[in-house]
Every structure is written in structure tokens, then in C-alpha cells.
């Protein structure tokens, strides 16, 4: 380059040298010379030197036109957004990736805290890259301020007045829980009329006298626990039998103004007996087609009914006069019994038999449930066993029982995973009081759920009943003033400040998986 440089230097010197020489000498003595074809530019000429920059700005212009538009390709950026990029630099091509991270973000996560699920869970199962903050081996110190704190309900070592704030103190706190009846020998949660070793445990059903003194120690059992929700001091609690499961709910809890109650799955028999006590209830979750239209309201197919049993005579002699024969008249009459039947029971089992109650109501459920003797089991393994009741805060007859832990390692993909199982009656507080410990500790963590299929129609009926707000401006302002005034009503009710504050608020969620990565939640 320095030689093609200097030769370049040199031709130019001999063509300046050339070009004063032609102005003394003429063409004849100088015929080796040629004369140039078109006149010399001026080198001082504004009008060519500025055409020269317009024209190199232009294409200057234009190849970074062409960069910000590969760039704006390779950021993943819309057409819209290319089309301007004659006003935009880089800063604000940055605001504009960072407003697309942040829709994108909100697109795919759930919320910054978790929100109430009123499903029944059976176990539960933590899983994370790093191990967990607590362990299985609890010292008893450790032990005795997880239990304090849960018997005196302070809040999940949020308090000053807590003893011990290490996570194995908090987590055994986590996973109390009460219970009545308590019968260590039979499994009554979840409840199964079909449990093995039936002739190895003797039946607490063939003893009247058991049978009886178990009632009796349930029924005073029921009537604390329903007192405790009726004077917000318990937020909820669960009533678990074989056939169904009931959610009873404290005024002010997800919303609601009064007490209520949501009973999952129920037949048209239950149902029956329901109206017949005078009990009133709705069925948020039923479907609203043409045909369930016409058969929607039991009472008219119960009328139906009783027409039928009352006047048999006089079908089958209005039948006979017209001229139909026997045989015809015993195939209509079972056809129809038939149809009448199969519509009676095609919600029965499902998440649209669930039934609401709420007001003055609950206590008419209250009555017949303490009263109604079909609840309890009159065979198999538990047989005389009235329904579980499983509760956040103490009441008459209640054992303090604690959830069944197991923790271990495991390999997905050639990746080790820490994984803690916990079994037992899953209440929604307890798995949001989890997460929030488990935020302090780990980045990122996954949740699975076993839930108990009926239940999740609470949650579905909760979200049916309270839409979601259309807008952030509507999510604030929604409900702050009856949630001001149920806080300070549930203060007393066992729960901590922070959550109760979630279980006041209209919003719900159904999910069987929650992932936590990057301080937000993502289920499904």
C-alpha cells in the first residue's frame, strides 16, 4: 500500500507538471500530449462540493437506514415499528423493547402474589434446583414455637412477639391444622367408603353406643366451629363427607357480605331433601341450555312427579279410553319414568350440582346437616363415622394434627431437583404461606397439586359469581371499601394480615400447577 501510494503520488505530480506545461507549449511541438476532452473542474466551485456531501449524507443516511432496519429485524420488532425508525435512536429503541418485555411479561404471568383457590388439596409437591430453607429433623425448640405460634395464631413468625422466625419454625407452623373426629386407625381425609383391612380393624358402626357417643361429640364439635364462623373468628372450614364436601365461609371473606356456604357434588335426592327442610340454594354453575331450561327447576319435575304417583288410575283410565291397549300403556308409562329419571340425574356427580347458600340461610343448612343422619355412612369401613371437620383455628373436640412431610432428591433430564412432598388436608392458606416463605429463600421453585375433583367447583362457582375487573383502574378501585371494613371484622380470625387480605378480595383462581421464576407466578 505505501508503494501503490507513492506511485500514485508521483503520477499525480507528473499530470500537475503535464498540465503547466501545455499552457506555453502548442500541440505541434507537443503531439505526445493529449488534450483533455472536457473542461477542467474548479476545485473551489461551492455547487459540485456541496451536491458531493448532499450525496455521501444520503448514502450515509441510507446505510444506516438499512442497519436499523436488520436490527429492528433482529430484535423481533412489529412493521409498524420499522416504518419510524427514521425518528427513533437508540434509546428509544430500547424503551420500546423494554415496553414489549414487559407486555409480554404480564401476557404470561399470573400475578406477583399468588391468589385464593378454594380447591381441597390432598398433597402437595415443592419442587426447586436449591434446597429448601427448612428441613425434616426439627429441634424442639423449633418444634414447641411452631406450635406455639399456630395454637396463639401469631402470624407466621411475622410478629415481634414470636420466639423463634427460623423457616423450620415457620414451616412446622405451616402444617398444623385441626381436626374431629380423630380415629388414628381409620383414614378421614380424603373420605372412602372403600378402605382395605376392613376385617382386620373392627366397625365403630356395629356398637350403638359408640356409634351414638361419636354423634354426640360431632354434633357439639359442628356447633362450635359454625359459631366460631358466624362471629369471624374462623375465616372457613371444610366439612368433608363420602359423598360431598361442604366449604362453610366467614362475612367478608372473597367479597361476600354474609356468611355462605358451597356444597360439591350433590344429588337430586340431597336436593330434595333440602327443599323439603324449607332449605333455599342456587346452583351458580348450571348449564343454561334448551334443555336444561325446560328441566332447570327440580321443584316442577317434583310436582310432576307427585301428579303422577297421586293420579296413576286416572292416566292409565284417560290412556284405556282412547283406545290404547295395556301393553302400550306399561310401555309409555315406563318410557316416560324413564326420560323423567335420566333428566333428574344427568348434573348429579358433576361441578354443576354444586349448590350456594348465603344469609340466614346457612343456618338452615347448619340445621339440617347437624340433624340429617344420612351423612353419615351406614356402611363399609366407615360406617358410624360422622363427616370430617378439618379447620385453620381451634374449636370444641378439635386434635391438633400436622401434615405428613418426606423430602428427597430427584433427577429430571439429567437435572438434580429438591422435592418435598407434604400430605394431608391442603387449606389455600397454607400453600400461599409456603410460597411467601419460599420467596425469601429461592429464585425459583414449581408447585403440583392432588386435589379433590368436587372441590374445585368452589373455585369455579367463586369466579362465576365475581367476574374478573376489565381493567387495572377497576381491579383497584373494585370492593376497597367493604374490604376495609371485613379486614378489621377478621382480625381475630387466625390469619395474618398479609393473606387475610388476599382471602377478602373477589378474586380467584383455579390451578393444579404453579411455577415461581423472576418474582412472578405463572399456573396452570
Same mark, same amino acid.
Given at each position: 500500500?505505501?508503494?501503490?501510494?507513492?506511485?500514485?503520488?508521483?503520477?499525480?505530480?507528473?499530470?500537475?507538471?503535464?498540465?503547466?506545461?501545455?499552457?506555453?507549449?502548442?500541440?505541434?511541438? =507537443?503531439?505526445?500530449?493529449?488534450?483533455?476532452?472536457?473542461?477542467?473542474?474548479? @476545485?473551489?466551485?461551492?455547487?459540485?462540493?456541496?451536491?458531493?456531501?448532499?450525496?455521501?449524507?444520503?448514502?450515509?443516511?441510507?446505510? /444506516?437506514?438499512?442497519?436499523?432496519?436488520?436490527?429492528?429485524?433482529?430484535?423481533?420488532?412489529?412493521?409498524?415499528?420499522?416504518?419510524?425508525?427514521? *425518528?427513533?435512536?437508540?434509546?428509544?429503541?430500547? %424503551?420500546?423493547?423494554?415496553?414489549?418485555?414487559?407486555?409480554?411479561?404480564?401476557?404470561?404471568?399470573?400475578? %406477583?402474589?399468588?391468589?385464593?383457590? +378454594?380447591?381441597?388439596?390432598?398433597?402437595? &409437591?415443592?419442587?426447586?434446583?436449591?434446597?429448601?430453607?427448612?428441613?425434616?429433623?426439627?429441634?424442639?425448640?423449633?418444634?414447641?414455637?411452631?406450635?406455639?405460634?399456630?395454637?396463639?395464631?401469631?402470624?407466621?413468625?411475622?410478629?415481634?412477639?414470636?420466639?423463634?422466625?427460623?423457616?423450620?419454625?415457620?414451616?412446622?407452623?405451616?402444617?398444623?391444622? +385441626?381436626?374431629? @373426629?380423630?380415629?388414628?386407625?381409620? =383414614?378421614?381425609? @380424603?373420605?372412602?367408603? %372403600?378402605?382395605?383391612?376392613?376385617d382386620k380393624v373392627p366397625l365403630v358402626g356395629s356398637q350403638p353406643k359408640i356409634r351414638d357417643s361419636l354423634h354426640r361429640d360431632w354434633a357439639d364439635s359442628f356447633r362450635s366451629l359454625f359459631q366460631l364462623v358466624r362471629v369471624r373468628h374462623c375465616p372457613y372450614f371444610y366439612m368433608v363427607a363420602n359423598t360431598f364436601t361442604c366449604l362453610f365461609r366467614a362475612a367478608g371473606v372473597n367479597g361476600q357480605s354474609e356468611i355462605n356456604a358451597?356444597?360439591?357434588?350433590?344429588?337430586?335426592?340431597? &336436593?330434595?331433601?333440602?327443599?323439603?327442610?324449607?332449605?333455599?340454594?342456587?346452583?351458580?354453575?348450571?348449564?343454561?341450555?334448551?334443555?336444561?331450561?325446560?328441566?332447570?327447576?327440580?321443584?316442577?319435575? =317434583?310436582?310432576?312427579?307427585?301428579?303422577? /304417583?297421586?293420579?296413576?288410575?286416572? *292416566? &292409565?283410565?284417560?290412556?284405556?279410553?282412547?283406545?290404547?291397549?295395556?301393553?302400550?300403556?306399561?310401555?309409555?308409562?315406563?318410557? =316416560?319414568?324413564?326420560?323423567?329419571?335420566? !333428566? %333428574?340425574?344427568?348434573?348429579?356427580?358433576?361441578?354443576?350440582?354444586?349448590?350456594?347458600?348465603?344469609?340466614?340461610?346457612?343456618?338452615?343448612?347448619?340445621?339440617?346437616?347437624i340433624n340429617c343422619k344420612s351423612i353419615t355412612p351406614t356402611t363399609g369401613m366407615l360406617s358410624g363415622v360422622p363427616p370430617t371437620l378439618i379447620a385453620p383455628v381451634a374449636f370444641v373436640g378439635a386434635t391438633l394434627h400436622t401434615l405428613k412431610v418426606r423430602e428427597s432428591i430427584v433427577n429430571v433430564d439429567n437435572e438434580v431437583f429438591h422435592s418435598m412432598e407434604i400430605r394431608g388436608p391442603i387449606f389455600p392458606h397454607t400453600v400461599i404461606?409456603?410460597?411467601?416463605?419460599?420467596?425469601?429463600?429461592?429464585?425459583?421453585?414449581?408447585?403440583?397439586?392432588?386435589?379433590?375433583?368436587?372441590?374445585? !367447583?368452589?373455585?369455579?362457582?367463586?369466579?362465576?359469581?365475581?367476574?374478573?375487573?376489565?381493567?387495572?383502574?377497576?381491579?383497584?378501585?373494585?370492593?376497597? @371499601?367493604?374490604?376495609?371494613?371485613?379486614?378489621?371484622?377478621?382480625?381475630?380470625?387466625?390469619?395474618?394480615?398479609?393473606?387475610?387480605?388476599?382471602?377478602?378480595?373477589?378474586?380467584?383462581?383455579?390451578?393444579?400447577?404453579?411455577?415461581?421464576?423472576?418474582?412472578?407466578?405463572?399456573?396452570?
Open positions: 500500500m505505501r508503494r501503490h501510494r507513492l506511485r500514485m503520488g508521483r503520477l499525480a505530480a507528473a499530470t500537475r507538471l503535464n498540465k503547466t506545461d501545455t499552457k506555453n507549449v502548442s500541440n505541434d511541438i =507537443q503531439p505526445n500530449i493529449i488534450q483533455p476532452s472536457t473542461k477542467r473542474k474548479n @476545485p473551489f466551485k461551492l455547487n459540485d462540493s456541496i451536491k458531493d456531501t448532499n450525496k455521501k449524507v444520503k448514502d450515509c443516511d441510507d446505510d /444506516e437506514s438499512e442497519t436499523d432496519n436488520s436490527l429492528f429485524r433482529l430484535l423481533g420488532l412489529t412493521d409498524p415499528q420499522m416504518n419510524n425508525t427514521e *425518528t427513533l435512536n437508540i434509546n428509544d429503541i430500547l %424503551k420500546k423493547i423494554k415496553e414489549q418485555n414487559e407486555k409480554t411479561a404480564a401476557k404470561v404471568s399470573g400475578d %406477583k402474589s399468588l391468589i385464593v383457590d +378454594w380447591s381441597f388439596r390432598s398433597k402437595v &409437591r415443592f419442587m426447586s434446583p436449591k434446597p429448601f430453607p427448612w428441613t425434616q429433623t426439627l429441634k424442639t425448640c423449633e418444634e414447641a414455637c411452631g406450635t406455639t405460634g399456630f395454637v396463639r395464631c401469631m402470624g407466621g413468625g411475622n410478629e415481634s412477639q414470636f420466639i423463634d422466625t427460623s423457616p423450620n419454625a415457620v414451616f412446622h407452623q405451616c402444617c398444623l391444622y +385441626w381436626q374431629h @373426629p380423630s380415629l388414628p386407625w381409620l =383414614q378421614l381425609f @380424603p373420605r372412602s367408603s %372403600k378402605q382395605s383391612d376392613v358451597m356444597l360439591s357434588s350433590t344429588t337430586l335426592g340431597f &336436593r330434595q331433601l333440602l327443599k323439603e327442610e324449607g332449605v333455599q340454594f342456587t346452583m351458580p354453575m348450571k348449564k343454561k341450555d334448551a334443555l336444561s331450561q325446560s328441566l332447570e327447576n327440580d321443584q316442577e319435575i =317434583q310436582e310432576l312427579d307427585i301428579d303422577e /304417583e297421586d293420579e296413576p288410575g286416572e *292416566t &292409565r283410565e284417560w290412556l284405556a279410553s282412547l283406545g290404547v291397549g295395556e301393553e302400550e300403556i306399561k310401555r309409555i308409562s315406563s318410557s =316416560q319414568e324413564m326420560m323423567s329419571r335420566n !333428566a %333428574k340425574k344427568k348434573i348429579d356427580g358433576d361441578y354443576d350440582s354444586l349448590i350456594y347458600i348465603e344469609g340466614c340461610e346457612a343456618q338452615a343448612l347448619f340445621n339440617f346437616l404461606n409456603l410460597c411467601q416463605i419460599l420467596e425469601d429463600w429461592l429464585d425459583k421453585f414449581s408447585v403440583t397439586f392432588a386435589t379433590i375433583d368436587s372441590t374445585k !367447583a368452589f373455585s369455579m362457582a367463586a369466579r362465576h359469581s365475581c367476574p374478573e375487573p376489565s381493567s387495572e383502574s377497576d381491579k383497584e378501585a373494585k370492593n376497597k @371499601p367493604g374490604q376495609a371494613f371485613s379486614l378489621e371484622n377478621l382480625s381475630d380470625c387466625g390469619l395474618h394480615t398479609t393473606i387475610l387480605e388476599r382471602f377478602c378480595s373477589d378474586e380467584v383462581r383455579l390451578y393444579d400447577c404453579i411455577k415461581y421464576s423472576d418474582k412472578l407466578y405463572v399456573w396452570t
